[in-house]
């Protein structure tokens, strides 16, 4: 019984976490029972082979399903660039094929205005299903949505290519400037919009890069509504500190994540 919990909980876990990951593990378990291999370190290993082999698979199956992966192994200095191989490594940069055009040309557009700037990918989706929730993002279930990390600079050396606040992009928040305020306060951990304040002190105190930011964000609301872009989400004192405004730059509300460590956007059906 205590042996059924587990495998149901590490199924759901990876369900969870990767999507395929579950059905992979299934899949090594009736391996491992199919030739008698009891050992846990064989059924992991299989699991790993199984799991790297089904991934890779993936990359061609799921565009067949309209599902396109954003790029994992490019060069360092790509303009567009998975922001941390975590993401590629739990299947969760898939993103419809009209998303991905809109990435590729913001990002050429920025780096085109300020060269040798790369534009980080965060949480995109998974490779199949609509309405299969990439937690704990729950609007990322159909491939038009995607988390892109901010430009950031720190004092000295100016703008700071392929680095983020925090190593998975998420988290490190940006605080608001004198004069501004942060909206809705103590909303409660339930309610998505996190904080986690004991992290920040660990975090490098590094700040958005205005410039480029704030050109993304414009060419997004321009130059990105010829390729179907419906809204992007920021917090509220972001928008006055980038000096952008625009019908499609929304406040995702009280109840959803903080959109100060990262922009969320997202194109239309
Ligand atoms: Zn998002």
New binding site residues.
């Given amino acids: 019984m205590r042996k059924l919990f587990i495998r149901i909980s590490v199924f759901i876990l990876l369900t969870i976490l990767t999507q395929i990951g579950g059905v992979v593990y299934l899949l090594a378990l009736a391996l491992g029972k199919m030739f008698s291999w009891n050992s846990r370190l064989v059924i992991f290993a299989l699991f790993i082979v199984a799991y790297i082999s089904a991934s890779f698979a993936t990359t061609y199956l799921a565009p067949l399903f309209g599902r396109h992966p954003l790029p994992c192994l490019v060069s360092q200095t790509a303009p567009l660039k998975i922001a941390n191989p975590i993401f590629c490594a739990l299947n969760r940069q898939y993103v419809k094929k009209d998303l991905l055009v809109l990435l590729e040309k913001a990002s050429g557009a920025v780096d085109a205005r300020f060269k040798g700037t790369q534009t980080l990918v965060l949480?995109a989706n998974f490779p199949f299903f609509d309405g299969f929730p990439l937690l704990p993002?729950l609007?990322?279930h159909d491939g038009r949505?995607v988390?892109l990390a901010f430009y950031y600079m720190d004092g000295k050396a100016g703008y700071l290519s392929g680095y983020m606040k925090s190593p998975v992009g998420y988290w490190g928040y940006s605080q608001p400037k004198k004069g501004t305020k942060l909206s809705c306060t103590n909303v409660g951990f339930l309610s998505l919009r996190w904080d986690f304040v004991f992290l920040q002190p660990y975090l490098p105190e590094y700040l958005i890069e205005p410039q480029r930011t704030s050109y993304l964000l414009k060419w997004l609301v321009g130059e990105g509504r010829k390729y179907g872009m419906e809204k992007v989400l920021l917090e509220s004192h972001l928008k006055s500190q980038l000096g952008v405004s625009s019908d499609l730059i929304r406040f995702q509300g009280c109840r959803a994540a903080r959109h100060d460590d990262h922009i969320?956007l997202q194109i239309g059906k």
Avoid: L
């Fill in positions: 949480d993002h609007s990322h949505k988390d969320h």
